[in-house]
């Protein structure tokens, strides 16, 4: 594997409405205004064979691919490290959880939301299945547990500046392929607000709402 470092400049935007992230509205925010927050990534180059799991035909041949990744602190008091890929095709952050079981998950870093005194699980809906669909990765699908995590930052906990509140999928079950190859633990979704579950689960407007409310961007 091989490292490089690289700077990605996340726009956020900024000046939304208050009730945007309570009504529920599908609709994206109208935008007011933007700031920058420079986020430093690693770029990962690894070897994968992205077989999909649902054909029954002979695996390709291994390929040369690349991700962009960064550190995740997730939780409190203690917060949970999860190393996690930029994903333009989903719209939340998906992390394996401590429930799952699946050989793909016991590869990886888990989410372990009970040690989490900021997590709420009781948000009644039930667990949602997503599925992937990618030239580079294959095909496969993830179930998981819909929660509430009010402790979501990025950088070190001594140096976090950058914090917010959002929904994240808590896998409890990853097919191997194409995820079993993957290393990193999940992913956060830059798509667009209707990929989400719902406006809670929202990446990019749940940091943009953080941006808004703080002094320190």
Known sequence: MLYFWAWLSVVLLTGFPNDVFASGARDPPRIAGKMPYLLKLDRLFYQASPKSSYRHSEPEHTREMSSYVTQLYVGSPRPQLLRVAFDTASGQIVVPSWQCQST??????????????????????????????????GEGSITGELVHEKHVCFGEPKTQTFCTNLGLVAATEMTDAPFGMDPFDGSIGLGLFALAPSP???????????????SQI
Not at 200 to 214: I, K, P, Q, Y
Request: charged share 25%; proline share 0%.
């Open 200 to 214: 809670l689960f929202h990446v990019l407007s749940r940091f943009a709402e953080a941006a808004s409310n703080t």
């Open 104 to 137: 793909t998950c016991k590869h990886h870093r888990k989410f372990a939301t009970r040690a989490s005194k900021t997590c709420r699980r009781d948000l009644h809906r039930e667990n949602i299945t997503i599925q992937s669909i990618s030239l580079d990765w």
